[in-house]
Each structure stands twice: as structure tokens, then as C-alpha cells.
């Protein structure tokens, strides 16, 4: 049955609880009901929307990182993913009058999906530059569609404004910003977040994502072992399209206005950026690094107004010293180092 | 040791080849790299390749893995023509080919890479909520092959550290973790310290013989190539210079050119 | 011993991925001597001319020419203390004419003018004459043996002191062969050193002075003048297997 | 299609495609030659453009000879570049050679944004055009190019980019320099072993490169204006071409330079909402069916 | 946490560089304070009012951002000359937003403001994409924002009921249909060529002109619309297209860095030869005119919302004297179209100020400041400057490249002014724009 789709049947309940018991599931417990109180408890309205800016990019980081860290495809093409998220909410709600938040996630979820089928199919054939180039290419074309508007869906360069969406057939979109985003929609993404991260923890650990890894580590061994391993690039575009794109569906709301710029290429940079700065060679590494990203520009934007030149450096630098480890990686082994220090002594 | 299965020879089992090669050619533009082997390999064989430089020999192994596409000829498989089929698809019918350096995972430990090509021959791979830490049945199958190579104490360890010898076997054990049928070996113990070569030798022959699989490997070393194999087909300059048994091929005149002559 | 010494190796180690691929190499060449380093494929030949030529990270041990320490300097300073150096997978650049192939090296070692290469040429020339037909042709057209010739003559054209000849003979038909080795000899007349790796007895029997046997990336046993290589027991147990 | 508009338009094809020649020429040959994939090589591009602005609106006291702002274009700026950038070769490039492509790509995006940023700070943030007195395509004016009126600076523009294409392929077949470039595209270590120091070829060799790159610029100047944006649509413009005609040959740019070029000026005068859709729609074909681009794998000249 | 701390130490470096100045408004207030001998406003806070920009630090429309904030600190320093807002509260601007970083950067920083409260207006902004993101946003935050310069009408069509905004600035309608205006009176023209940017302004013109032509019934024919992208650096293929075509008119929304660029192409290509005439609508004048030079064509009419050209009305209007003249003095060039703007913005402030607290008597909140500003009239070069709730309408003004001046630069400025009322340019109050222009009445008499 050399045709079969990723099976999602045997979902092991059991093991998940199991490993509960796991000490980091243990602090990741803590951070999510900390991270969950804290708007009610600061009632900062600022730092709830930066956080939950930051969260959106660290779900579309986290699935770049399948590409990039799990498969070893560098795409600069991801904003293709990322902005058909954004699109496809406020195209369903404006054209297809659909409100409902699960209903739009979902929709836009699938939508970066066919998405990533189609990119992924025509470049999963080619390697290195060449793939970076291509998804780059596809992607450059999907905004020039959107910006001419071409099809008329997309308003071109002006973008289009973005209702809030209502929950359960509960009306919450109406609420006032402030409330709609502290207390409801905040902790939407919130969700989102920490089930991309447990189901993603659970997928790169299961043999698909060990069929990644040994694409990623050794092609020609993996195909020898009888791995066909364009249909599993594919999966794995496909799979991360989706986790990218529902980053993008979440952070339409929270930005209210999309336009073109969403899918443009320096989109794909900063994604890129972004996973590159936490580190490609850790699961929480692009988590750490869209945080960074963020409150980096944010800092310097306030600082200077010569912020892209610290952004350009800051680039240069970890590429050259940190490589894929990243900040989180490097952080971990420089905790690694003095642990073994204080052993040594 | 060197007598070890010359007992059970072809003769004996008039069963259909594993594997067929007929007429099997390769060029590149005006060379003409395997011009016309046609070879026959059975289950319960281990059969040495030699020849020179130049001789054909890797690219003949190229030809029937699949990761060279056939000029002219066809080559069968377990009674199905499979000169067309896919390298993935020519694994999963049980050809499975090691290389000369060996292929692992680095970033991986031991222990996953075997249970990868566990998960992989099970075609397991599309499973997307299950653990593989939970996977018993992989693992008890990984930890079986681990024990049967002595790699039991490397398990937990990333492979980059490991020292070349180790590495080779670990290649030979994924290879093995696939249940080939047949298993094309492209110079199994090069790099291998002289008195290490004779152990990976030995391991592999054993498991070969136990789990009924036959052997092809491409080696240099004539004392691992009289000691080990049923059968010696010597290629030259692309074509069968010889297919005999290991004493009639050592012996012969045109083999024996081409062995002073260092290339084997 | 009276002299020095043109190229000396000391317990070099070197290893690539991980793998140890020369162990304690040490060899000596005198000047004018041709020696044969005779082993088989993946035995240390190619490393260790790679290592002499300043291409290997070297874990330890030396590299002398002439008298002077190579080993930490960068690989492009061999060819001014007189070191050629033509590998066996010829490694000419193919969409350049011959002439500027051969030009290459007397560009690196910078010592002469456009006459002075002309000079180099026609000694180059009266080596391997055959080479006058195609001096023009780009070398990427050329037949694999008229690429080696082009490949031994680049090496030449730096008049160095001392030659590395990877795999000379490698690849050639029968009656090529026999003109390559002329040229071999034209060299040895010349004064000029060679050390020849070889994985075929027979060949470095006939062009070498003496040689080290190298297997598993350690020399094995040294075979001095007086005895004929191809009858050295080391080298029958290792090429026959006995 | 009335010939006038034809010519017209081919004529306008042209001089882009004289632009893109400038612009991607060396972000070629140094991916060639040097195996360097810098995507800060456009920024080069818009540093020329904002210093030949500059200089010529610096200029108006001392000269207002055409031949003398024309000079200024063409050899000046590319020469201060070409110094600058072999400085920029020693220090901030040297480290990049020596990791992955993937990491090239970013690293030097990071370069991008710091050179834009460093344009920002010296020239400000605004647009700039050349003062009218100093600028040499309003005082060329026209010529007559089979019966129609082209401008003359632009011609100018167009001879400039056909010499340097010849200049560069006779430096190739010719010069010791050119001879030595080639053979390290083929083979890097082996050149090194016959004793040439790569290095400075390699500082020569990229300094050339981004010289032509800062040249146009340069030239692009007169008749446009200096923005910051300059730099990143030439990046992607510039990539498609080196794409499309291949990584590494010469050949390649100034085909695939004409081709874009053509493509834009005939795509806006009869398709002009697809203009850009072409270019990237055919920048993706040729990855997935001849990813090795129209004359890839010839090597530099051929 | 981390994130605040910044932003306060930073806001309090920008302090420290205007503390003289606060210092010597306090002694300065004091003084004044005995002027107004205790009347009946007592609820004036202490500190100044202050003041956050968004502008164009970077990118191409940062040429506009620069004037504007040279503008904003010549009048802030005039008003607070004169003891501040009602001669009371001084102004200062606290910060500067570049609008290069985006959006998404924007709302962030509007989202920070809002909650820490130290703020009491933002304003600005320049680009009408921007504009739609970032107003409503601060609307949400209930966080006033005096819009300046950008010109989509869709800001308060889309929007209806911000009660936190304010524009100053006129719709693009007034150029697009001044435009119209100027055509019905135009002979001989029968066909059109448009060329606008790729984004909303440029469609939104192209539409209203299209349409506007069609109401009032002239007989003409546009016979091509083009969209050049926003930032183009080479318009020859544009421009040989245009000349091909031979219109009797050319009509463009083109504007900044772009419209400077189109025309000096265009007169490369021969393009001012080839079209009788020209309209060129998109806020144009100093960087049109001061780059082109003795090369700009003269059979162009440049112009469109408002009278914000240098030499118009310059010596019948004292106050834009004066304003022409004080910044010449301070900045050496002439102020442009985003000086303008910044102009109109403060004059609204005050009069804001002024009207709220003759209303309530006591300073107002940053709801009753902008309610305040609503339904307002103030001074303006081209005369009153009206606004419709809060949004203003602006005449249009159109006219001609000229040498013959006596304004201090050495470029061509505009002359034979024409001059269009803001009632024949703008809808009436609460009717939507384009049922408004496909409704279009032709000018009687």
C-alpha cells in the first residue's frame, strides 16, 4: 500500500498521560495557567496583545520548523502559508459570511494546506538553493496575485479590514477590543499554542517525524530503507503549511486589517528569521525565537529609529556564531558547559 | 572458518535465482561502464565480487539498487522484472544495498536508527500519534538486532561519536533491520582495523545464514574474499571475466593478471 | 646520508570524518630518487600526497621540503619551494586551453615571465611531444590519456624539484601506457625527484628506485634499492593475499 | 503593433535589461567563481545609486561637462566601491565563505538591512533625484533610433553595459585573471595547489563584481531616483535572473537579462497588471524543469 | 515587566532632552497665570500636553514625514511662544513613531500609549492604508488620534462611528473630482489616459474620476487605466504605452518620489508632446516641481484637496505668509504638502481646545477634545477650513508651472490658480462618496 496517507487512527491516550508525569510537561503546566492569568491579573492590555503577537508567530515558527529543523528544507516561501491563513478568515467571513472562530480556523487551517500540497508538489523535487528559490518564486507569485487582485478577492495593496469573529454562535465579536482580546480571544490563541506544541511534540516523535529526521539526516539511506521520501517531503510541506497557516488565521484577528504584505517574501525572512534566532536544531527553539524577534524589533524600534540595522546585525551575528542552535540552543549548551564545569571542579 | 558454507552450494537447491541480471548494460555518453552482465544469485549464497578499478563493479550494484537507471537489459527479482521500479519500492521487496562509507543517521542514536528501518520495513512511517518510544513492537525487534551486533552498548549514543568500525556495523545492522531477501554489500569492511575486519565479517555471514538472506559484496581484501564467499564473480573492464567458484576464479590465468596488478 | 633530504614526512596523522585515515606516515625522498608508494585503493596514497600538498587538517606530525617546515603553511606555498604536484583524477580545468593549463603553474609559482613559460613549454614539450597536437583544444576534450600527459606536464611547468605523481598509469591503454612511462623517464633525467603512489606492483617496479608499501593508511614495510619490488614478501601477502 | 511602438518598447526592454545586467552580473560570477550566494550584492546596487546622486549634486560647482559627470558614473564610483568593497572582502565577507549556502542567503540578508540602514543614515530616508544642472540624461537629450527619439543617456547606458559585458568576457578568455577565475569556478583546491593565492583573486573577483554592481547604479541614477526601496526589489530581480539564465554563467545573466527586460517593457505596455507574475511564473518553471537555469552548468563563459 | 521599563526610561530620555523647555514654561505659566487673572479655568494639568507622532521616518514617503515634522516643530515651538493651548498648556512632542515598520508595529505602540497612559494624543500618519489599520485600533483603545495627511474617504465611510478620530486632511475626492471639475471645462477632449499607483488612493481616484466624468455627462473616453506599482523606479514602458495613445488628456494620482519620476520620464519619452494637456491630482508641488526644474512641461495643471502651494494667496493671506515665510527662514526651502497638513492639524488642536473649554469650562477629556473638534471651521490658505463632524473638506486648487514668481527658489511654482469650492469637490455631510459621485451634477454657470 505504497499510496497511504498519514494515519491519524491510533492515537494513544494512554501514553499522553503517561508521560503527563514528565517533568517538563509539568513546567510547560505551570507557564500555560501563568501565561492564561496573567491579562486578568495585570489587566495590560499592551503587553496581552504583544504576547499575543508573539504567540501567533511562534505557532508559524514552530511549523516552519518542520520544514527547516525536522526535514532539513530550507523554504522561503512560508509567507505563502501565513498569509493565505490571514486571507482565507477574512475572505470567508466577508464573502461566505462565516463568523464562527472554529469554523474560520479550521477553514484557513486547510486552506494553507492545499496550499502547501500545491507548492510542495512542484518543489519538493529540488534541494538547497534550488528549494529556497522555488518555494520563494511560488510564493512571490501568490503576492503578486493578491496585490493586483487578480480574482477580485483580495482588495489589493489597500487589504481588507477584519470583524471579529463570534465563538460558538455566541455573539462575543461585538464586545468591546479591549475585553475581547484579554479575556476571550487571547486565550484562543493561547490553546492554539500549546496544542500545536503538544501535538507537534507527539508527531515529531511518533515514526513520521522519526521518517523526517532520517530524510533530513541521510536522503539516499532513508530512500534505501524503502522511504519514498518526495511523498514524505510533502507531508511534511503539507503539515507545516497548515501549523503556519493557522498561526496566520489567529494573528488576522489580533492585527484587524490584512494586506498583501502578509504574503510578500520579506514575510518569509522574518519567519525564517525568527526560527533561525531561537534555533532550528530545538522543538521549543522557534517559540523562543519569535519571542525574541518580537521584543527585539520592538526594543530597538523604540530605541532607534536605525532598528533594521540592529535587526541586520543581530542576523549576521547568530547566523555565523550560533548557527542552528540559536539562542535557545546555544543557551542549553552553555548551561551544559558550566554544569559540566561544576562536575569537573 | 574460511569452509564455512561451502557446503551448501547451488546445485543442491533448484530453486528460481533471487535475483536475475540479463544482458544488464550502463553507459555514460561514450563509456561503456557494465557492458552486458547477465548473472544469476540465490537465497542461500554469499557471493564475492571483485575486479579493478574501473571494473563495473560499483555501478553494477548502482544498477540493481536503482540509483542508476539501465541502459539495455532487464533485471528480475524474486520472479518480477524490476528495471523500472522506484529504489524505495526495490527495498520494500526485500533488495536492500549498504554502501562503502556508511550511511546512518548522525544526529541520531544508535537505537533510532535501527528502529527506523524497523518502523520504515514495517512501513510504519505514516503513523503520526504514536510514540515511537512506545512502539514495542519496533523496539523489541530493534533491540534484538542491537544485541545481534554487539550494539547494545552503544543504544543511547549519537552516532557521530562512534568509532568508524562501529558505524560500519550499525550500516549493516540497518540494512538488516529491513529483512532483506537479498543484500548487495559495496565493501563491507573498508576502513575496518585488520583485526576487526575478520568480526564484522563473521557477524554478517551469521546473520545472513540465519535469516536465509543472500549476499553480494564488493570487496578487496582476497583473504576476506576466499574465507567468505560460496561463489567469486570477477568483472573486468565491465564484463563477467569469471563466475566460479572462490578456487577455480583464484586460479584462474586472466584473473590473476589483473590481481598483481593491485586492483582486485 | 650526506644529503638532504628533498622531501621528508614525520609521523604524520591525519583524519577525516572521524576516521583515521594515515597513522604515523613518515617517509623520506632524497633528491633525484624516484620512489614508488605502493598500496592499494583506500590504503593512504591520495591522503598523504594531500597532506604533502597542504589539503588535509593534520593531527600530527611534519612536513619538510628542502629543509624548510611546510606543515602549518598554506597549501599554495609548496609549489615555491619546488613541490609538483598531478593527481590522479587529473583535476585540469576543462574549459581552459592546454597552454593555460600548463600556464597555471608558472603563474602560482610566479617566477617567470610569458618567455620564461615558453621556455618551461618547450621543455614540458620535449617530454611528452605529443602534446604539441592539442596545446589549443580546451583540456576538457581531450582523451583520458592525453589529460593525464597534460595533468604530469602541469606539474612540470613550475620546474620543480620534486613531482608527486598520483596514479600515472591508472586508466591507460597498453601502448599509452608505454609512452607515459618514456615521459616518467624523460622526467627521471632530468634530475628531477618523483614519488609515484601505485596500486600496481608491476608498474612501480619498473619506474621506482625503492618504496614504502602502505596499507590501512600506515607504512607497512619500506622496500630499499637492492630488492626488486615486486618480489617484496610484504607486498605479495598483501596484493596475493597468501 | 505600429513598428514605432515596437522599437520603442525594445528599446526600453533593452535598457532594463542593461540595468539587470549591472545589477546581477556579479551576483553571479561571485556564486560562480567564488561560491558565495550574497544576497546583499543589489545593495551594492542602491549604495551606487545613492552615491553617484549624491557626488552629482555635489558636482554643480565645480562642473557641469557632460563629460565629466559621465566620467564620474561610469570610472569614479565604481572605483570607490571597488575599494570599499575589498575592505568589505577582509572583514565582513571573509567568514561567509566559508558556511552553507542556506546560511549565506541569511547572513547576508542581515547585510542588506545594515547597508540600507547605513544609506539611511548618511542620505536620509527620502527619495533623491539629480539636480537638472547636473544631470547628464536631461542634457544628452535625444537621438533618432530608426525613426524614432530614444533618449540619448539611456543609449549611452546601453553602449556602457555591452562593453562591460565584452570587457568581462574578454577578461575571462584573455587576461591571466580571468583565466584563473575560470579555473577556480571549476576547481577551487586544485588552483590552490599550484600555488595561486586564491584570496586575493577572490578579494579582486568580488570587488570586480560589486564595482559593477555600484556602476549601475550609478548609471541608473539620472534618469530614476535614489530610494531606499531600490535595494530590495533589484535583490528579487536580481535572483530571478541569475536563476533563469543559470548559477555561475555569464552567458545566462545577459540572456536572462534580456529576457526580464523584454518581458517587463512589453509586458506593461500590453499585460501590465501580470508584468511581475511573468517574471517570477517563469523564474519558477525553470527551477522545476531545468533547475540548473538556461546555460548553468557550461560554466562562466562558454 | 522588561518590555515597560524600556519604554519608560526611553520616554523619559526624551524628556530629559525637552526638560529647559519645561522648565521655562513652568515660570512661564506662572506669569501668565497672574495675566488671566484666575478665571474660570482651573483644571489645567500641570504637565504639557503631549504629543506622539507617526510619520514616515523611512521608506519613500519619508519625505513628506520630514516636512511634517519640521512644520510640527516650528509650530509647536509659535504656540507654546505664547504660553501653549489657550495660551495655557504647553504642547510637547514626546515621541516619533516611524510608520515604515508597519502595521502590526503601529497598533503595538498605539496598544502601549493606551494602556500607560502618560499620552494624550497621537498624531499624523501618512499613508491611507496605515490610516485604516491603525485608526480604528486607537478608536478601540479609546485613544485620540488626529489623522493629518492621509486621504482614503473609505477612513470614516468604513468606520462610521469612531468617536476618537479626527481628520484634517480632505478626502481624495476633492482632487479626484476637482479634476472632473477642471475637465468639464476643458475644449477638445475626447479621449483620457489614467495612471495611478497600485494601492487604494490610486484606485480610488481612478474610480472617482471615471465615474465623476460619466455623472456630469462631458464626452470623453478613457480609453486606458494603468496601475504602476507604488515606488517604481522605471516608468519608460508606462510612458511609451501613454504616448502611443496620443490622449487629448492625462490624468494621474501619482504622487511624492513617483510623481517626480513619472514626469521626468515622461518628459525623456516624450510624453508631455504626445497629451494636450495634464492633471496631475496626487498632492503635488515641491518635490514635483523643485527636481524636475527648467524641464518641467507646461501644460500641466498640478494640484487637487486644499490650497497648499506656497505662492497661493501668499500675499492676500497674512497668516500663510507668515507661514511660508518663518519656515523658509528656519529650513531653508519652501514648505510642501506635508507641512501643510501638520499646519491644518495644530490650527484644529487649538481651535479644539479653545472650543471645549469655553464649552465645559474645565480642560477637556481626550473624548470631549475630540468631540470638540468636530463640526469645526478654522483658517486655511484657500480660506475656511471646514469640517464635517470629523472629518474636513477641502477645496480644490489647481494650477499652472510657472518661472514667474518671487518666492526665493530658483525652481518653477504654480500660477493661474483655479479654484474650486468645497461644496462642488466633497459630498454633503453623510452621504457616502461614490453614491455621492455617480450622482454627480454638472457645474452650473
Known amino acids: 500500500m505504497s499510496t497511504r496517507l498519514p494515519t491519524f487512527e491510533d492515537v494513544q491516550i494512554k501514553e499522553v498521560k503517561g508521560a503527563i508525569l514528565d517533568k517538563r510537561l509539568l513546567t510547560g503546566g505551570v507557564l500555560f495557567v501563568a501565561l492564561a492569568l496573567y491579562p486578568g491579573l495585570t489587566m495590560n492590555a499592551y503587553h496581552t496583545r504583544l504576547l499575543a503577537w508573539i504567540m501567533c508567530f511562534a505557532i508559524a515558527a514552530l511549523g516552519f520548523n518542520v520544514v527547516l529543523g525536522y526535514t532539513g528544507l530550507l523554504s522561503f516561501g512560508h509567507a505563502a502559508f501565513f498569509g493565505t491563513g490571514m486571507y482565507t478568515v477574512v475572505i470567508a467571513m466577508q464573502s461566505a459570511g462565516i463568523t464562527d472562530l472554529i469554523v474560520l480556523l479550521v477553514l484557513a487551517t486547510l486552506m494553507a494546506g492545499v496550499v502547501g500540497a500545491i507548492i510542495g508538489a512542484l518543489s519538493v523535487k529540488t534541494h538547497e538553493i534550488y528549494f529556497a528559490l522555488l518555494t520563494l518564486a511560488l510564493a512571490q507569485l501568490l503576492y503578486v496575485l493578491a496585490a493586483r487582485d487578480v480574482g477580485g478577492l483580495t482588495r489589493g495593496t489597500d487589504g481588507i479590514a477584519l470583524n471579529r469573529p463570534d465563538f460558538l454562535g455566541i455573539p462575543i465579536g461585538d464586545a468591546p477590543a479591549h475585553i475581547y482580546l484579554m479575556g476571550f480571544y487571547y486565550h484562543v490563541i493561547l490553546v492554539c499554542l500549546f496544542a500545536t506544541i503538544i501535538v507537534l511534540w507527539i508527531v515529531l516523535r511518533s515514526p513520521f517525524g522519526l521518517t523526517l529526521k532520517m530524510i533530513r539526516e541521510n536522503e539516499m539511506r532513508a530512500e534505501m530503507s524503502g522511504v519514498p521520501i518526495l511523498r514524505y517531503r510533502l507531508y511534511s510541506m503539507i503539515l507545516s503549511a497548515m501549523i503556519v497557516g493557522l498561526g496566520g488565521a489567529l494573528y488576522a484577528v489580533v492585527v484587524g486589517h490584512i494586506t498583501p504584505e502578509y504574503l510578500d517574501w520579506t514575510m518569509s525572512g522574518e519567519i525564517v528569521f525568527m526560527t533561525l534566532l531561537g534555533g532550528i536544531g530545538t522543538f521549543l527553539g522557534p517559540v523562543i525565537g519569535a519571542g525574541g524577534f518580537i521584543l527585539l524589533q520592538e526594543v530597538a524600534l523604540n530605541f532607534t529609529t536605525y532598528w533594521h540595522f540592529t535587526m541586520g546585525l543581530v542576523l549576521f551575528v547568530v547566523v555565523l556564531t550560533l548557527r542552528e542552535k540559536g539562542i535557545w540552543g546555544g543557551a542549553k549548551a552553555l548551561v551544559d558547559r558550566v554544569n559540566d564545569r561544576r562536575d569537573d571542579s | 572458518m574460511s569452509t564455512k558454507k561451502t557446503e551448501s552450494t547451488k546445485q543442491d537447491t533448484p530453486t528460481e535465482p533471487i535475483l536475475r541480471t540479463e544482458d544488464v548494460r550502463k553507459e555514460f555518453g561514450n563509456l561503456v561502464a557494465v557492458d552486458g552482465v547477465s548473472l544469476e544469485f540465490y537465497d542461500d549464497e554469499i557471493v564475492g565480487i571483485i575486479g579493478p578499478n574501473g571494473a563495473g563493479k560499483t555501478t553494477y550494484t548502482n544498477l540493481i539498487s536503482g540509483a542508476l537507471s539501465l541502459t539495455g537489459g532487464r533485471i528480475v527479482f524474486d520472479g518480477d522484472d524490476i528495471s523500472d521500479l522506484r529504489k524505495y519500492k526495490r527495498v520494500r521487496r526485500g533488495l536492500v544495498r549498504s554502501f562503502q562509507i556508511p550511511q546512518i543517521y548522525d544526529e541520531l542514536t544508535v537505537f533510532e536508527n535501527v528502529q527506523s528501518s524497523v518502523i520504515s520495513r514495517n512501513e510504519k512511517n505514516n503513523r503520526l500519534f504514536t510514540l515511537t518510544s512506545r512502539d514495542t513492537d519496533s523496539i523489541d525487534e530493534t533491540e534484538r538486532l542491537l544485541e545481534m551486533f554487539n550494539l547494545e552498548t552503544h543504544a543511547d549514543e549519537h552516532t557521530e561519536h562512534l568509532p568508524h568500525g562501529v558505524r560500519k556495523i550499525l550500516d549493516v545492522a540497518m540494512s538488516f533491520a529491513l529483512r532483506p531477501k537479498l543484500m548487495v554489500l559495496d565493501e563491507p569492511t573498508s576502513g575496518v582495523g585488520s583485526r576487526e575486519k575478520n568480526a564484522v565479517m563473521e557477524t554478517i555471514t551469521d546473520a545472513a545464514i540465519d535469516r536465509n538472506i543472500g549476499l553480494i559484496f564488493i570487496e578487496h581484501d582476497m583473504e576476506l574474499i576466499r574465507n567468505y564467499s560460496d561463489r567469486i564473480v570477477a568483472l573486468h573492464e565491465g564484463r563477467v571475466l569469471a563466475d566460479d567458484d572462490p578456487s577455480t576464479v583464484m586460479n584462474s590465468e586472466e584473473v590473476n593478471q589483473f590481481i598483481l596488478e593491485g586492483g582486485v | ?242 | 503593433m505600429p513598428i514605432e511602438s515596437l522599437t520603442v518598447n525594445a528599446f526600453n526592454g533593452l535598457y532594463f535589461a542593461a540595468l539587470l545586467f549591472f545589477a546581477s552580473v556579479g551576483l553571479t560570477l561571485v556564486f560562480g567563481i567564488l561560491n558565495l550566494l550574497n544576497m546583499a550584492h543589489a545593495a551594492f546596487y542602491g549604495l551606487g545609486a545613492y552615491v553617484a546622486v549624491w557626488t552629482l549634486n555635489n558636482m554643480g560647482d565645480v562642473t557641469t561637462s557632460t563629460v565629466a559627470l559621465l566620467t564620474v558614473l561610469v570610472l569614479v564610483i565604481p572605483l570607490v566601491v571597488f575599494v570599499l568593497s575589498a575592505a568589505l572582502d577582509k572583514t565582513v565577507f571573509a567568514p561567509l565563505y566559508e558556511i552553507e549556502h542556506v546560511y549565506q542567503l541569511l547572513a547576508t540578508f542581515g547585510v542588506i538591512l545594515m547597508i540600507d540602514d547605513i544609506i539611511k543614515f548618511i542620505w536620509g530616508a527620502s527619495p533623491i533625484t539629480v539636480d537638472g544642472a547636473t544631470d547628464p540624461s536631461r542634457q544628452l537629450g535625444t537621438l533618432d533610433l530608426l525613426g524614432v527619439s530614444v533618449s540619448a543617456y539611456r543609449s549611452f547606458v546601453i553602449v556602457i553595459a555591452i562593453a562591460c559585458a565584452v570587457g568581462l568576457y574578454l577578461m575571462f578568455v584573455k587576461t591571466k585573471l580571468g583565466k584563473i577565475s575560470q579555473a577556480m569556478s571549476e576547481d577551487y583546491e586544485m588552483v590552490q595547489m599550484l600555488g595561486i593565492n586564491v584570496n586575493r583573486v577572490r578579494v579582486l573577483i568580488f570587488s570586480i563584481s560589486v564595482a559593477i554592481a555600484a556602476l549601475g547604479g550609478a548609471l541608473f541614477v539620472p534618469f530614476a531616483t535614489a530610494t531606499p526601496a531600490v535595494t530590495l526589489e533589484y535583490v528579487l530581480l536580481s535572483f530571478a535572473v541569475i536563476v533563469i539564465g543559470g548559477l555561475g554563467s555569464l552567458k545566462g545573466v545577459i540572456v536572462a537579462a534580456l529576457v526580464i527586460g523584454m518581458v517587463r517593457s512589453f509586458g506593461i505596455a500590453y499585460f501590465p497588471a501580470l508584468e511581475l507574475a511573468i517574471v517570477f511564473g517563469l523564474m519558477a518553471l525553470v527551477i522545476i524543469f531545468k533547475p540548473e537555469g538556461l546555460f548553468g552548468d557550461e560554466g562562466v563563459v562558454e | 515587566m522588561n518590555e515597560r521599563n524600556t519604554r519608560i526610561s526611553r520616554r523619559h530620555f526624551l524628556k530629559g532632552s525637552a526638560a529647559v523647555t519645561t522648565l521655562g514654561s513652568l515660570a512661564g505659566c506662572a506669569l501668565l497665570q497672574e495675566d488671566f487673572g484666575g478665571e474660570e479655568i482651573d483644571g489645567i494639568p500641570d504637565e504639557p500636553f503631549r504629543i506622539v507622532q507617526v510619520l514616515f521616518e523611512s521608506g519613500p514617503p519619508a519625505f513628506y514625514g520630514e516636512e511634517a515634522m519640521n512644520a510640527s516643530d516650528m509650530l509647536v515651538d509659535q504656540i507654546n511662544e505664547d504660553g501653549g493651548l489657550i495660551g495655557e498648556r504647553e504642547i510637547e512632542v514626546v515621541d516619533r513613531l516611524d510608520e515604515d515598520a508597519g502595521p502590526d508595529s503601529l497598533i503595538s505602540d498605539v496598544q502601549a500609549m493606551a494602556q500607560e497612559g502618560e499620552v494624550d494624543m497621537l498624531m499624523g500618519i501618512i499613508s491611507s492604508a496605515h490610516s485604516l489599520a491603525v485608526a480604528p485600533a486607537a478608536d478601540d483603545q479609546q485613544f485620540p488620534f488626529l489623522v493629518t495627511m492621509p486621504g482614503t474617504y473609505q477612513l470614516f465611510e468604513e468606520n462610521p462611528d469612531m468617536e476618537y478620530v479626527v481628520r484634517t486632511a480632505g478626502t481624495n475626492a476633492a482632487g479626484a473630482v476637482g479634476a472632473v471639475r477642471m475637465v468639464e471645462q476643458m475644449d477638445d477632449i475626447e479621449t483620457v489616459v489614467t495612471v495611478d499607483p497600485d494601492y487604494a488612493w490610486g484606485h480610488d481616484h481612478q474610480e472617482m474620476f471615471e465615474a465623476g466624468l460619466e455623472a456630469v455627462g462631458v464626452d470623453v473616453e478613457i480609453i486606458e487605466s494603468r496601475y504602476p506599482e507604488l515606488g517604481e523606479t522605471d516608468y519608460s514602458a508606462h510612458v511609451s504605452a501613454i504616448a502611443d495613445q496620443e490622449p487629448d488628456l492625462l490624468f494621474s494620482s501619482l504622487w511624492g518620489g513617483d510623481i517626480a519620476t513619472f514626469v521626468s520620464q515622461g518628459v525623456d519619452g516624450g510624453l508631455f508632446e504626445a497629451v494636450d494637456e495634464s492633471l496631475l491630482i496626487g498632492d503635488t508641488g515641491a518635490p514635483l516641481l523643485n527636481s524636475l526644474g527648467d524641464a518641467m512641461p507646461e501644460n500641466v495643471w498640478l494640484g487637487g484637496r486644499g490650497g497648499y502651494q506656497p505662492n497661493y494667496r501668499y500675499d492676500e493671506d497674512e497668516s500663510h505668509r507668515e507661514f511660508v515665510d518663518e519656515y523658509y527662514e528656519r529650513y531653508d526651502q519652501l514648505p510642501g504638502w506635508g507641512a501643510y497638513h501638520e499646519w491644518m492639524g495644530f490650527q484644529a488642536l487649538q481651535e479644539g481646545v479653545e472650543s471645549a473649554v469655553s464649552i465645559i469650562g474645565d480642560w477637556p477629556t481626550g473624548e470631549q477634545l475630540m468631540a470638540a473638534m468636530n463640526n469645526i471651521a478654522f483658517e486655511a490658505p484657500h480660506g475656511q477650513h471646514t469640517m464635517y463632524g470629523p472629518q474636513a473638506v477641502a477645496p480644490a486648487v489647481f494650477g499652472r508651472p510657472t518661472d514667474d514668481h518671487d518666492l526665493p527658489v530658483d525652481h518653477p511654482l504654480l500660477g493661474e490658480f483655479e479654484f474650486i469650492e468645497a461644496t462642488e469637490v466633497n459630498p454633503p455631510q453623510d452621504v457616502l462618496t461614490m453614491d455621492w459621485v455617480d450622482e454627480l451634477e454638472p457645474v452650473t454657470g
Open chain 3, 1 to 242: 646520508m650526506s644529503q638532504q633530504p628533498l622531501l621528508e614526512v614525520d609521523d604524520l596523522n591525519v583524519t577525516i570524518d572521524r576516521a583515521t585515515v594515515l597513522e604515523d606516515i613518515s617517509l623520506t625522498v632524497k633528491p633525484g630518487e624516484t620512489v614508488a608508494l605502493i598500496g592499494r585503493n583506500g590504503a593512504g596514497k591520495t591522503t598523504t600526497f594531500r597532506s604533502v600538498m597542504g589539503q588535509t587538517s593534520i593531527q600530527g606530525g611534519s612536513i619538510r621540503v628542502n629543509g624548510t617546515d611546510l606543515t602549518d603553511r598554506p597549501s599554495r606555498e609548496r609549489i615555491r619551494h619546488g613541490v609538483g604536484f598531478a593527481p590522479e583524477d587529473r583535476r585540469l580545468f576543462t574549459t581552459l586551453t592546454v597552454e593555460d593549463n600548463l600556464r597555471m603553474s608558472t603563474w602560482g609559482k610566479g617566477d617567470v615571465d610569458e618567455s620564461g613559460f615558453r621556455d618551461r613549454l618547450d621543455r614540458a614539450l620535449e617530454i611528452y611531444p605529443e602534446m604539441e597536437r592539442f596545446l589549443d583544444r580546451p583540456a576538457g576534450q581531450l582523451s583520458g590519456g592525453q589529460q593525464k600527459m597534460v595533468t604530469v606536464a602541469r606539474a612540470l611547468t613550475s620546474e620543480p624539484d620534486i613531482v608527486l605523481l598520483d596514479e600515472p598509469f591508472e586508466g591507460l591503454a597498453p601502448s599509452v601506457r608505454e609512452q607515459f612511462r618514456e615521459g616518467v623517464e624523460r622526467i627521471k633525467a632530468l634530475g628531477i625527484s618523483i614519488v609515484v603512489a601505485e596500486s600496481n606492483v608491476r608498474h612501480a617496479g619498473e619506474i621506482a628506485d625503492r618504496g614504502y608499501v602502505i596499507e590501512r593508511g600506515q607504512i607497512v614495510t619500506e622496500i630499499d634499492r637492492d630488492e626488486p619490488i615486486v618480489d617484496n614478501e610484504e607486498i605479495k601477502r598483501i596484493f596475493e593475499g597468501g
